[in-house]
């Protein structure tokens, strides 16, 4: 007797993005990453033009590496939560996903951005614009420094950037209004809270 199979089709269960959200929050963060830049130059922090470009980290001192850390983190967490709350998402899960993708859009915005100059940055963001590799005056010395000073900024950026991502995820699980907890989540279907779609429209 010929024993029958039984065939096993893989299931996807996919998560949707909702783009205006996205956009929104992408575009807080970059206005926010310019106030940032602004605030940090009115109060010394950074320089202006491209006097601010990290170019030694042993002449950068302990309260403007805070301000940095912080205007990078702040600037994304509030992308993060506006693309949440823009979108009525209230799981943790998909409002840290359009978090993250905001992220991305803004990265992409910022490095358009630099491309055409990067005039607008200062401090961490300011190595995002590229330094010419040469001098622009004929007959001026090349600085001999100046791939020390473009790895250095080039890490900084990095940095910016990384905890510009850590920053889009924690304001998308603040957005959704959910705890910041992992106990929460591994209770959350045990609990009295009505199930909520992940997106929902408040009046």
């Given amino acids: 007797m010929r024993e029958r199979g039984v065939a096993v089709y893989e299931t996807w269960t996919a998560w949707p993005v909702y783009w205006s959200p996205v956009v929104v929050g992408a575009l807080a963060s970059i206005v926010a990453v310019v106030v940032f830049g602004a605030m940090g130059t009115a109060v010394g922090s950074y320089k202006a033009g491209s006097a601010g470009r990290i170019t030694d980290f042993s002449g950068v001192g302990r309260a403007a590496v805070a301000y940095a850390v912080f205007a990078s983190f702040l600037a994304f967490v509030i992308g993060g939560w506006v693309a949440a709350r823009v979108g009525g998402i209230r799981r943790s899960e998909p409002a840290m996903l359009h978090g993250a993708i905001a992220f991305l859009v803004a990265t992409v915005v910022l490095l358009a951005l630099a491309a055409f100059g990067g005039s607008i940055y200062n ?41 510009g991502l850590a920053g889009s995820v924690v304001g998308g699980w603040m957005g959704s209004g959910e705890p910041m907890n992992f106990t929460y989540h591994r209770t959350r279907g045990m609990t009295s809270r009505p199930v909520a779609s992940d997106r929902t429209t408040r009046i």
């Avoid at 995002?128 to 080039?154: F, H, I, M, Y």
């Fill in 123 to 163: 401090g961490w963001y300011a190595a995002l614009a590229p330094s010419p590799a040469v001098p622009a005056t004929p007959g001026q010395p090349v600085d001999p420094n100046a791939a020390k000073a473009a790895a250095t900024g080039a890490m900084a950026a990095t940095v910016a950037l990384l905890l």
